[in-house]
């Protein structure tokens, strides 16, 4: 394997009074697979915003390397979308994850298509002007951040590819050569027909616009169902990307032993990965934490030496936030810390943090709950409309199902059906087989909970129902 090393001079960066510039990125070849760093260029503009003492980061193979080709770990935390939540944008809480959480590395969550998101009807001049203050912040507590084009709703890349290239033409503009910064080009591509070449095409697409100004920045791309399909990509990589990694996202009580293996699979064909957003809840976000595999997903990361960002910098009501509701952010402590806040504190500094043990309180959520009822089935359904929004002249609500079997045998093959006050089209689906007709929603097993044990409850499916007014459970 024939390796390449650009070696910056430490004097003259001084001298300069400039960032140090990244080393090219070694080149290996492994049955077949090529890795996605090519040689490293110096860039010698200085940046509007730098951090001296942050290191340039390169992909080698699948691990992340400093400028002294040593392994690199990240573990961080994401905002919360900070068109939902902009006031955990700020230097105070970004020192107390800092100093107190373990965090290296902050992730800035930009939604592009919900709640007046950066491409339906948001302030785009305010949001950029948080992206600024998030990396302003993080540099000044010493951490690498992460600009994220937050796809979510909007599953398909392409829907907004002209806004995403204008954008990050902009940003990488502004902060060309800055060590600190880290592009992720589109959080979670998903949809029926958000195949890996749709994904690959709008990354082909966007890349050259953020290489034009930076040719050193480390890129994360995205991959289908969720960031889910790292195989695929590692079937059909990216070419003359540059210094870029792949991103995985994983929630530990519904993502388990194969997502693990399949993680495992990309990890052996040289994939370069980096786990961008993750969780210890269900995949929509809530329910009961599952501890011990999330403390397996977290060994193996380890394991393999790859870098992490939890969710979320928040305290909006749910399991996946870190800090309780009502925390102050500019001035959390620790004894506003959620049960996840104190996990994720546990695991990436080894404290324990005792005296702030406090369940988070649920029972004041602003949530609207149905009332339950008896399912078709005979389990105990009770749905929760947890979120809504406008776009397109459309309004968009997201509901979660609790499915319980209160009986003292397995229910399988079951369905449950769900009445609303408007006829609606299913968006978006997870953990289970939807079809919409009218204003009827039919609700089967999907690849997860064909059985649902004796006393078991199952939290984690979900859907996002498209209607054109307000929709309510009938």
């Known amino acids: 394997m024939n390796h390449l090393r650009l070696i910056a001079s430490f004097l003259l960066a001084l001298a300069l009074c400039a960032c140090a510039s990244s080393p090219s990125a070694s080149q290996k070849a492994d049955d077949g697979h090529t890795a996605q760093s090519d040689p490293v260029e110096t860039d010698t503009r200085k940046p509007e915003t730098e951090s001296a003492s942050l290191s340039p980061l390169h992909a080698d193979g699948p691990q992340l390397m400093d400028d002294r080709n040593q392994p690199v770990v990240l573990q961080g935390y994401s905002t919360f979308g900070i068109n939902y939540k902009p006031e955990y944008v700020n230097e105070n809480t970004f020192r107390f994850l800092k100093e107190e959480m373990g965090s290296q590395v902050i992730r800035l969550a930009m939604y592009t298509a919900d709640n007046n998101g950066y491409c339906t009807g948001g302030d785009q001049e305010q949001l950029e002007g948080l992206i600024d203050k998030g990396v302003q912040a993080a540099v000044a507590t010493g951490q690498y951040v992460i600009i994220d084009w937050h796809i979510l709703s909007d599953g398909n890349p392409a829907q907004y590819q002209d806004q995403a290239r204008a954008f990050f033409q902009k940003v990488s503009r502004k902060y060309a050569g800055n060590p600190a910064v880290i592009y992720e080009i589109c959080n979670e591509p998903n949809g029926s027909d958000v195949t890996w070449r749709v994904v690959k095409s709008y990354a082909e697409a966007v890349i050259p616009d953020i290489r034009a100004n930076d040719k050193n920045a480390l890129i994360l791309v995205g991959t289908p169902q969720w960031n889910q399909a790292e195989t695929e990509a590692g079937k059909d990589l990216l070419k003359d990307a540059g210094n870029m990694m792949y991103t995985v996202h994983f929630y530990a009580a519904t993502h388990k032993d194969q997502q693990r293996q399949d993680l495992s699979t990309a990890y052996d064909q040289k994939l370069p990965m980096f786990v961008s957003e993750f969780g210890i809840t269900e995949a929509s976000g809530n329910g009961a934490l599952d501890e011990q595999s999330?403390?397996?997903?977290?060994?193996?990361?380890?394991?393999?030496?790859?870098?992490?960002?939890?969710?979320?910098?928040?305290?909006?009501?749910?399991?996946?936030?870190?800090?309780?509701?009502?925390?102050?952010?500019?001035?959390?402590?620790?004894?506003?810390?959620?049960?996840?806040?104190?996990?994720?504190?546990?695991?990436?500094?080894?404290?324990?943090?005792?005296?702030?043990?406090?369940?988070?309180?649920?029972?004041?959520?602003?949530?609207?709950?149905?009332?339950?009822?008896?399912?078709?089935?005979?389990?105990?359904?009770?749905?929760?409309?947890?979120?809504?929004?406008?776009?397109?002249?459309?309004?968009?609500?997201?509901?979660?199902?609790?499915?319980?079997?209160?009986?003292?045998?397995?229910?399988?093959?079951?369905?449950?059906?769900?009445?609303?006050?408007?006829?609606?089209?299913?968006?978006?689906?997870?953990?289970?087989?939807?079809?919409?007709?009218?204003?009827?929603?039919?609700?089967?097993?999907g690849q997860y909970h064909s059985t649902i044990q004796a006393g078991e409850t199952v939290t984690d499916i979900g859907f996002i129902a498209k209607s054109d007014g307000v929709v309510k459970e009938r």
Do not use: C
């Open 294 to 445: 999330g403390q397996t997903w977290i060994d193996l990361l380890d394991q393999d030496k790859i870098s992490r960002v939890a969710w979320a910098t928040s305290d909006k009501d749910e399991a996946s936030s870190i800090f309780k509701p009502g925390t102050d952010p500019d001035s959390p402590s620790l004894s506003d810390l959620t049960e996840w806040g104190q996990w994720l504190r546990k695991v990436y500094t080894g404290k324990d943090t005792s005296d702030a043990k406090d369940s988070q309180d649920t029972s004041g959520s602003g949530q609207k709950t149905a009332d339950e009822k008896s399912g078709d089935s005979g389990l105990e359904a009770t749905l929760k409309q947890s979120n809504t929004w406008n776009s397109d002249g459309m309004t968009f609500t997201q509901f979660d199902l609790t499915l319980t079997n209160h009986s003292d045998q397995p229910v399988t093959d079951w369905s449950e059906t769900l009445n609303f006050t408007k006829d609606i089209t299913i968006d978006q689906s997870w953990n289970g087989d939807m079809s919409a007709s009218g204003s009827s929603v039919t609700v089967k097993p």
